[in-house]
DNA sequence: ACTGGCATTCTGGTATACCACGATACCGTC
DNA sequence: GACGGTATCGTGGTATACCAGAATGCCAGT
């Protein structure tokens, strides 16, 4: 997984934190423990699908099928649970999380009350400047665009809000939002066929990164409010009724 | 532990969900694994100082004084690593978490930015009307407070709180406001003698229970954005700079 | 044909033994 | 005396065996 739990306090050693200034970085491969890889796979496979809503996990197949005991599987599960990609009903067996409405009126109604937050937060944080990260994101997904390639677009489309939560400099707001974007992520994918809005998109993501950089707080927040709030109609006007 | 996980999406029988209108209310006793009555312990032994920041917290040596074994004990820790009340150092053991000014900072900013919008939510879900729960503990603290009681004073507020988390009928802002606040029961225990401002507090807690009540969601919404601040400057005030 | 009880089966939950690896302290060497 | 190597120790990580309890389906009784 990319945001390791580790907060390694002890001694020198940042082996996580920014490197002092000159210093020679070495990539430290870090091994990972497998309930971390699980975790990770199992996410990947839920994110995109493979997995889908209602899925039975069972803890002695998912074991068996990767190669792993019981313990690391459960492990991930847990944390899978707690991030609300997963349901665990009491005896009758982990699954997929089923999506209903009032998941996706929830969750998109969390995101609209928080991202505007962050986003403001990153404004405050940094003033009128260059958001280097974010803009990278933006101009990968415009190449992206026109390329076709929408599996990768989606990525790069995802990794600009998450630049943004980053840049927010807040670790609870960074992580809740990584959180509810996993959710919506899974939502969306779940409701596939979302016909390419990707246009609209990529226009509302230049507004709002020209919000940021010319330092404006408030149009920041207010433009990324609007965002989440228009991405939640248009998915539920894809998803119309439907069942599940 | 109160917010179990378990989701139950069977059939009929909602164990948790609201009851029918006039079906028979049974309050059935649920269990509780061991993983969720250790992390309980922890939490609240953690919360009310008697596992102060810092504390070394070995898995053998828990699972022997609380009489289980690790694997319930390491569940537990996960989840309360997840919630930030702990810390895992790779290799150097796990911890209870420490407090460093930016925890601080970034808890109280996270706080002020989502818990006034849980506020206008219950607003707009409810309109003008009366929230019972919110009122109830909000009576409480009040009686708590001129018997001197002030533990289970502290106990009340956060009750209001949490109370109004609820009212907003979104199950991820009240999740993670509801970690937010024991991250700050954690903080503030941590920073003890906190001179008694109850009565401010009580009296910022009948402003937004009264625009609430009005119906005015911006108001409520603003009157809550202030009252976190508030609380963050009164602490950080008197824990100083102290170190750790 | 329906219903109530019972055995089976499948699930997660727990205990235990063992492993891998960083931290530490000791000791020999330069 | 300071440094560097090395053995030991203590930690979390993993595998495995076993337990408990609810869901399920069969079967007898009505």
Not at 25 to 46: K, N, T, W
Not at 172 to 194: I, S
Request: proline letters at 5%; hydrophobic letters at 40%.
């Amino acid at each position: 997984m990319s945001r390791s739990r580790v907060t390694r306090t002890t001694s020198a050693a940042p082996l996580n934190g920014a490197p002092a200034a000159g210093a020679l970085v070495i990539p430290v491969e870090q091994p990972a423990s497998r309930s971390d890889r699980v975790y990770d796979s199992l996410r990947r496979a839920i994110l995109d699908g493979t997995l889908p809503p209602g899925r039975p996990l069972v803890e002695r197949e998912l074991a068996e099928s990767l190669g792993v005991s019981k313990t690391p599987v459960r492990e991930a599960l847990k944390k899978l649970a707690l991030s609300g990609l997963v349901e665990m009903n009491s005896y009758s067996g982990v699954s997929v999380r089923r999506i209903d409405g009032s998941l996706i009126e929830e969750l998109y109604t969390a995101r609209a009350g928080v991202e505007p937050t962050a986003v403001r937060l990153a404004v405050v944080a940094y003033g009128p400047a260059r958001h280097d990260a974010a803009r990278q994101a933006l101009d990968e997904a415009q190449r992206l665009a026109t390329a076709g390639e929408t599996a990768a677009l989606g990525l790069a489309n995802r990794r600009f809000h998450r630049e943004i939560y980053s840049a927010s400099g807040n670790r609870f707001l960074c992580e809740f939002l990584n959180q509810l974007q996993d959710l919506t992520t899974f939502v969306a994918t779940a409701g596939w066929r979302l016909k390419a809005t990707f246009e609209q998109e990529a226009e509302e993501h230049r507004a709002i990164l020209a919000a940021m950089e010319a330092g404006d707080p408030a149009l920041a927040e207010r433009l990324a409010g609007e965002h989440i709030r228009r991405a939640a109609r248009t998915l539920v006007s894809v998803l119309g009724e439907q069942p599940r």
